[in-house]
Structure formats: C-alpha cells, structure tokens
C-alpha cells in the first residue's frame, strides 16, 4: 500500500493518516455494503472510463470514508469517484491476494 494520503485531480479523497487510509481500504475490501462498479464512459462520450465505490447504505461505513463521498442515487447511500483511489483499492487487493 503507498504511502500516498490524498488521490485525484480534485483531490476529492483523502485520509488525514496512513491509519485512517488502512480502515477505509479494509472496510472497502471487506464488506458486503460495498460494490465496486467501473464504466464505459469513454464509449458513451467522457474522456474516460470511470471507476467508482458504491455504498449500499450508510449504517457502519467508517467516517473517513463519509467524508470522502458524494451523494448515492436510488438504491446506493453514497458513492467515491475517484479513478486514482479506486486503482489502490485493487492493487491492495491483489497484493492480499497473494
């Protein structure tokens, strides 16, 4: 995992410790209130895919990750978009993977 604490070019995620960074990552990794969604936006138009956590509902989501999020639609409480970030999560993933 890097060391890095703030992702995007908005930087619209960022954790105030490497701590906090390790709580979301394994709250993202771990739990079933968690979808993680990539789209085609390219096809459709955007200037690229996009890459995008999905929170299911708000009970038990860490606050480090609440404040890092926007607004849900439908069945989603909130959502993070952030390409950058999203790229950690999976990196992580494979490196526990391993």
Same mark, same amino acid.
């Given at each position: 995992?890097?060391?890095?604490?703030?992702?995007?070019?908005?930087?619209?995620?960022?954790?105030?410790?490497?701590?906090?960074?390790?709580?979301?990552?394994?709250?993202?990794?771990?739990? @079933?209130? *968690?979808?993680?969604?990539?789209?085609? &936006?390219?096809?459709? +138009?955007?200037?690229?895919?996009?890459? /995008? !956590?999905?929170?299911?509902?708000? @009970?038990? *989501?860490?606050?480090?990750?609440?404040? &890092?999020?926007?607004? +849900?639609?439908?069945?989603?409480?909130? /959502? !993070?978009?952030?390409?950058?970030?999203?790229?950690?999560?999976?990196?992580?993933?494979? &490196?526990?993977?391993?």
């Amino acid at each position: 995992m890097s060391t890095k604490l703030v992702f995007g070019r908005n930087r619209q995620v960022s954790f105030n410790s490497k701590e906090e960074k390790e709580e979301a990552i394994d709250y993202i990794l771990t739990s @079933s209130n *968690v979808i993680m969604v990539h789209e085609d &936006n390219q096809n459709q +138009g955007a200037w690229a895919d996009e890459y /995008r !956590i999905h929170f299911k509902k708000e @009970s038990g *989501v860490p606050d480090c990750l609440k404040r &890092n999020m926007t607004a +849900g639609n439908g069945n989603i409480y909130g /959502r !993070i978009n952030c390409k950058e970030f999203v790229l950690e999560v999976q990196e992580e993933e494979k &490196n526990r993977k391993k």
